[in-house]
C-alpha cells in the first residue's frame, strides 16, 4: 500500500530555513502529484506547495511564494520542502500527500488527495 513518512520537522527562530523530506513507497508514482499541507492549532489544514512527478510543474500558496521551493527527486520516491525565511505564522504541523492526476495543472484542495503521511512538526519561535 502507498506510503508516505515526512522527516525534517523542527524548531527554528523566525528568519530560519527548515527542508523537510517526503518518502513514498507502495507503486509507482510518475502520474501522480505530491503536494504538501500544514495545519496549526484551531485552523483547517491549508494547502502549501505541490508538484507534478511528471514534468515538474509546481503551484505554491500566496503566503509562501518566493520563500519555500518544492521538489522531486524520482528516482528516489523523494519530494522536499525547503522553507526559507520562517515565519512564527509558518509553525504547524506540515502534511505531505500524494494522488494520481491526470488533469490539467496541479492539485491544491486537500479533498484532490488520496493519501497522506503523518506529519510532521514545524515551529518557529519568535
Known amino acids: 500500500q502507498v506510503q508516505l513518512v515526512e522527516s525534517g520537522g523542527g524548531l527554528v527562530q523566525a528568519g530560519g530555513s527548515l527542508r523537510l523530506s517526503c518518502a513514498a513507497s507502495g507503486r509507482t508514482f510518475s502520474n501522480d502529484a505530491m503536494g504538501w499541507f500544514r495545519q496549526a492549532p484551531g485552523k483547517e489544514r491549508e494547502f502549501v506547495a505541490a508538484?507534478?512527478?511528471?514534468?515538474?510543474?509546481?503551484s505554491y500558496a500566496d503566503s509562501v511564494k518566493g520563500r519555500f521551493t518544492i521538489a522531486r527527486d524520482n528516482a528516489k520516491n523523494m519530494v522536499y520542502l525547503q522553507m526559507n525565511g520562517l515565519l512564527p505564522e509558518d509553525t504547524a504541523v506540515y502534511y505531505c500527500a500524494t494522488t494520481y492526476w491526470s488533469a490539467l495543472g496541479v492539485p491544491r484542495r486537500p479533498r484532490d488527495f488520496d493519501y497522506w503521511g503523518q506529519g510532521t512538526q514545524v515551529t518557529v519561535s519568535s
Open positions: 508538484i507534478r512527478w511528471s514534468g515538474g510543474s509546481t
